[in-house]
C-alpha cells in the first residue's frame, strides 16, 4: 500500500515560507495517472484543498491560494514539497499530503503535520 509521510518545521514565522515535503512509499510519484496534492485543515474549517501537482510535473492550485503557493518534485528522492510564502497566523493549520486518483478521490492520506505560525 502507498504510504506517504509529511515532514518539515512545525514552526514560521510570520512573513517567512511554509516548506513542507511529502515522502512518497511503496509507490512513484510519476506513475501514470495519480496527482500527489497538499491539503489543510484547522479549527472549526473543513478540508482546504492547496494544490497538485500530477505525474508528469504539471500543477495547480487553489485559486485563493495560487500567488502564495509553490508545488514542485524530486523525483529521485520520490518526494513533493509545498511551498507557501508570506504565511500569517491564519495558515496555521495541519497540513496533510494526499494522492488523487481519478476525479478529485483522494485514495491515500499522509498522518498529517502540524505547522504553526507565530512570532
Known amino acids: 500500500q502507498v504510504q506517504l509521510q509529511e515532514s518539515g518545521p512545525g514552526l514560521v514565522k510570520p512573513s517567512q515560507t511554509l516548506s513542507l515535503a511529502c515522502t512518497v512509499s511503496?509507490?512513484?510519484?510519476?506513475?501514470?495517472?495519480?496527482?500527489w496534492s497538499w491539503v489543510r485543515q484547522s479549527p472549526g474549517k473543513g478540508l482546504e484543498w492547496i494544490g497538485y501537482?500530477?505525474?508528469?510535473?504539471?500543477?495547480r492550485d487553489n485559486p485563493s491560494l495560487k500567488s502564495r503557493t509553490s508545488i514542485s518534485r524530486d523525483t529521485s528522492k520520490n518526494q513533493f514539497t509545498l511551498q507557501l510564502t508570506s504565511v500569517t497566523p491564519e495558515d496555521t493549520a495541519v497540513y496533510y499530503c494526499?494522492?488523487?486518483?481519478?476525479?478529485?478521490?483522494?485514495?491515500?492520506w499522509g498522518q498529517g503535520t502540524q505547522v504553526t505560525v507565530s512570532s
Open positions: 501537482i500530477n505525474y508528469v510535473g504539471n500543477t
Open positions: 494526499a494522492r488523487m486518483s481519478g476525479a478529485w478521490y483522494y485514495d491515500n
Open positions: 511503496n509507490g512513484s510519484i510519476t506513475t501514470n495517472d495519480f496527482y
